[in-house]
């Protein structure tokens, strides 16, 4: 394991940290296939990105976790900016860093991530034919969600008041005032509104995962980009990548799953339920992520293969 540090070649003037891994047995003059690993909204590369992202790098991959522009430990004013289209093109930032190492094959490079790193993955994918394989954990399309509802129960037009909410926190922000906030998850036990979410709340700020760099919430000014966002625009014509989704039977997220699965291109695509799990087993729980990783290992080690 290996922490390291580059410019963001979307934006110089930003410096990314991530932590990469290597194979058991590692020689420097092989060439390896990689893994780009994106964390969940409001995580950081410390949690379960870089869990998996170890875990996967035991079965033969380089595989780099990384902290998103304007948060953990990547640079980035404001702080906490959760902005769909930075965070999506920051995982072909990441892949521009691959490129120069000179133990990773860039042919054979995929991606993964967990929740809304996933759909930014997914996206990533659409836009960048270097990614030639996906995998999603418990995937969260961040737009379908905020305009939704964790369950699909709400309409579309009945976000619009997040739109104004967050162009006046832009125009709160150009005034000098402190920048407001919006939780990516529950701040509080007593705002969760399910099980499921109230775990969220747990990972985030209980010592079950909590960390430093990772206060889960982001900035208001963020719904302005995040309601109109679709993380799986024209996956219906340029998603063409192998893809596996790993999703929980009983995540009430599962019906993003359900949707990529649906529209993406992919001649080659299939779905792995994890029985009994909800979407906060697959971040942490011992046993779902090692089933988890027993389908994304070989998918992964087929599908990247030497061209």
Known sequence: MNKVSFPNSNNTNITMS???NVPEGFDKNRK???IVV???GGGVKEQTAGTYARK?????????????????????????????????????????????LPYVDTDRIGAMGICAGAGYTANAAINDPRIKAVGTVSLVNIGQMFRNGWEN???????????????????ADASGTAP???????????DAPNEELRQAWEYYHTPRAEFCTAPGFATARSLTQIITYDAFHKAEAFLTQPLLVVVGSKAGSKWMSDDMIARAASADKQMHVVDGANHMDLYDGEKEI?????????????RLVAG
């Open 18 to 20: 991530a932590v990469v």
């Open 32 to 34: 390896y296939p990689a």
């Open 38 to 40: 994106s964390h969940p």
């Open 56 to 100: 996967l790098a035991e079965h033969g991959f380089v595989t780099i976790a990384y902290d998103a522009s304007y948060q953990g430990e990547s640079t980035g004013e404001p702080r906490q900016l959760e902005n769909p289209h930075i965070r999506t093109e920051d995982v072909s930032a990441v892949i521009d860093y691959l490129t120069t």
């Open 153 to 171: 129960n709400v309409k579309d037009a009945q976000a619009s008041p997040y739109i104004k909410a967050g162009s006046d926190a832009r125009t």
């Open 180 to 190: 407001a906030t919006i939780p990516l998850a529950p701040m509080k036990e007593s």
């Open 290 to 302: 090692g089933e988890a990783v027993s389908v994304l290992a070989p998918f992964f080690d087929k």
